[in-house]
Structure formats: C-alpha cells, structure tokens
C-alpha cells in the first residue's frame, strides 16, 4: 500500500506518494501549494484514501440526500430528460424530498423511514393517487442511481416499496368526444380557422398536443397523404426572445409518419390558401420564425428555440409553422385558450381538454375494428400496453352494449321463465 510523504517546496508544502507500478515504471502523485504542513497533510490523507479505496472495500458516501439530490438532477434529469419532465422532477424534489428527507444522510435512509415518510405524505396531501405515485417513482429513480448507477450506497431501500392504501376515489379525467360534441364545437368556431384546423388534425391523428402545433408546412406531404411528425414544442419562462422552444418528440417511437384522411387533406389545402392568402393582406406586417440554437457555455448545443425574424428578413432559413394567427404570429397551444374558455363556459362541456382528442382517436378506432398495433404506432408508441392502460377509455353506451351481447350470448327459455317468475 503507498504511504504519504510532506515535504516543503519553498514557501508551500506539498503531499507526495507513490502509485502502483506500469511495465516496471515508478510514477507519483504530488500537489503542492499548501500553506502549512497540516493543510497538505490533510489533503494527502483525503487523496492516499480514495487511492486506497479505488476497486477495494465498499465505503458508502457520507453526503446528505439534499445534496445527493442536487447531484442526481444534475447528472441524471438535466441530461436525459425532457424539459417538461424535468420541471415536474424538480418540483416534487424541491416541494416534497428535500423538506421532508434532505436532512438525513443518504446511506442512513432505511427502507422503514422511507414508509414512515410515505405514510406522512398520504396523510398531509389530498392529492390524487396517480400524483402520489409521480413523487414514488421519483424517489425510487433517486434511490435506483444512488446503488447501480453511482455506487453511493450499498443497496436500494425503495426496491419494494409501495404505496399505502389509500381511501381516494380517482377521478376519470379522461373524455371520449362524441360526434354532438365535435359537431357543436365546429358550428361555435367555424370562423376560428387555426383553431379549426388544429382540432381537426387532433381529431383525425391522434398527435399530441405539442407535436400539433410544432407542424410546419415542409411536415405536410399532399401528394403522400402523410404527415411526418418530428417535432414537439414546449414553452419557458419568457423574455426578450419569447418562450417557445422546438425538440424531438417524446419518445423515439414518437418519430413517426402518419396518414391523412381524405376530411383533414381537404381541410389542411383550404387552410393553406386561406394562409397565402394573409400573408398578402398582412404584407410586411405578417410574421415570420426561424429556429435557433440554443449552446451551453462550452459551445455544445443543449436546446432549440423558435425566434421571430428581425425586421422580417426573409433571407434567414424560415420556419414556416402551420397554425398561428392570421397576421402569422406564433404562439403555440396559446391559440386553444380562448376556445376552450368558450368550450367550458359557454358551451357548458366542461370537462373536455384538447388532448382528449387524442384518446377519442384510440377509443374509437379500437371500437371499430383497427388493430391495436395500428393504433398504437400511429399514437407514437412503443408497446401496445401503452395505449390500452392510457388511452382506451371505456363509455357508458360501451357498457351497456357490452352488457346486451352477453345477455344475448346466454339467453334461453328457462332464463326467461325464471326473469318472468313464472310457476
């Protein structure tokens, strides 16, 4: 084992000690610019230790799990998840782990704590349970990396944990658009045209919110009937630039080609003259984006952002998005508010979100005989449990013919007598 040696160069002290040996070669490690014999003798002991310790004895980390936190966001969320993602992480990280555990040290927390803590947290917050389990899967990623990932502790105390029963009635937020619904919201604003056309590439897509309004007209291939979808968009905390940004879809999966119906072709070629159109009412007033990247310090390009062209220069590399307002300017899923405002007061449906469209397209697609690898891979997604766990919602008129064919399945003469009380 290497032994530590303080020396004194000049002013300064330094800590040397000897490294194991190469093809027969000596080598060392030295720091030197210590201002007194005990700084550098520390700073050895800390050094020679870790050396020690590299590949040998498991020694778990003495770092708080506030601090641990802060490096799991950083080297986990921050890399590899979406920026949507990771604000939610964040907030349940900053408003429910840190307050309640980040006191403790990481190696100390038990499996019994983290119950105990789970048992808390059910009885101070009224929350859904499907939020319940966000904050679990957050705690247990953090656990999950701490033992395979980084070696901090020794094993994972949230392996099995689970949460507590809870006396919650979930409610199903989930809507399936009936054609009354559909047709009432399309009389209401048939003079709406971005919104129209938005909800009805919704309707007959099943795209997600973002990748709706992230569509440009290069996206769009009339004489394939197909649109690609590569993009979605997501929005920050504005300034000078705006607030929206432009990045790949929510999944690898969600890179996909989707056909286009003979309604939604027609209804994207009228919209696009109706656009052209604008653009030469509004003239030099129209608006106009291109994308632009967004590099952390070090020059890498962390995020793209959508940017209005300055003074309309024509000459930057455009991006021509398909729904925005007449005079061209883009403001992203903004142009479903004031619809949906309509939608829930005025129209009294107030339960209806525009991302239900894109169950409405699942349900009843599988209703009627599409295969559900179909639908799942025009939904962008990677296994078919997806789409039946998130997306498939049951109806009332469902259940109750669901009820008819079975009592039809097992009708017989002496069910009837029997239903009759009949001697």
Request: glycine share 4%; hydrophobic share 35%; with cysteine.
């Amino acid at each position: 084992m290497a032994s530590l040696n303080i020396c004194k160069r000049g002013n300064n002290y330094q800590y040397e000690f000897e490294l194991a040996r190469v093809n027969g070669k000596r080598r060392r490690i030295t720091k030197c610019g210590f201002k007194t014999k005990n700084e550098a003798l520390q700073a050895g002991i800390k050094a020679l230790d870790e050396y020690n310790q590299t590949g040998l004895t498991f020694k778990e980390s003495m770092i708080s799990y506030e601090e641990y936190l802060d490096y799991w966001y950083n080297n986990y969320c921050l890399i590899n998840l979406k920026y949507n993602t990771r604000e939610s992480y964040k907030n349940v990280i900053d408003k429910y782990l840190k307050p309640f555990l980040g006191k403790y040290r990481l190696s100390s927390i038990t499996a019994l704590k983290l119950n105990e803590y789970l048992s808390t947290l059910v009885k101070t917050y009224s929350f859904s349970r499907s939020y319940f389990k966000n904050i679990l899967k957050v705690l247990k990623g953090t656990f999950r990396d701490a033992a395979d990932t980084y070696g901090l502790i020794r094993y994972d105390p949230t392996r099995k944990l689970k949460l507590p029963k809870m006396e919650i009635v979930e409610k199903n937020n989930k809507h399936i658009y009936s054609q009354n619904e559909i047709d009432i919201i399309l009389n209401r604003f048939k003079n709406n045209d971005a919104f129209i056309c938005a909800f009805l590439t919704a309707c007959y897509t099943g795209m997600r919110t973002g990748e709706v309004f992230a569509l440009t007209w290069n996206d769009i291939d009339f004489e394939k009937r197909q649109i690609s979808v590569n993009h979605n968009i997501y929005d920050k905390p504005v300034d000078e630039k705006g607030r929206w940004y432009i990045g790949s879809t929510k999944t690898t999966t969600g890179t996909r080609v989707v056909p286009i119906s003979e309604p939604l072709l027609k209804a994207l070629k009228n919209y696009r003259q109706k656009q052209i159109y604008n653009k030469k009412v509004f003239n030099k007033s129209y608006h106009y984006y291109h994308i632009e990247d967004v590099k952390n310090e070090k020059g890498k390009i962390i995020e793209k952002r959508i940017v209005e062209n300055k003074n309309n220069v024509l000459s930057i590399s455009g991006a021509n998005f398909i729904f925005t307002k007449p005079n061209g300017k883009f403001v992203g899923t903004d142009i479903l508010k004031y619809p949906f405002k309509i939608i829930h007061k005025e129209l009294g449906l107030e339960n209806i979100r525009f991302y239900d469209l894109r169950g409405s397209f699942a349900t009843k697609s599988l209703r009627n005989g599409v295969e559900i690898k179909d639908v799942a891979e025009l939904l962008g997604h990677k296994n078919i449990e997806t789409t039946e766990n998130y997306y498939v919602t049951s109806s009332e008129d469902n259940k109750v013919k669901a009820t008819n064919i079975f009592a039809n399945i097992i009708q017989s003469n002496t069910i009837n007598k029997v239903v009759n009380f009949e001697d």
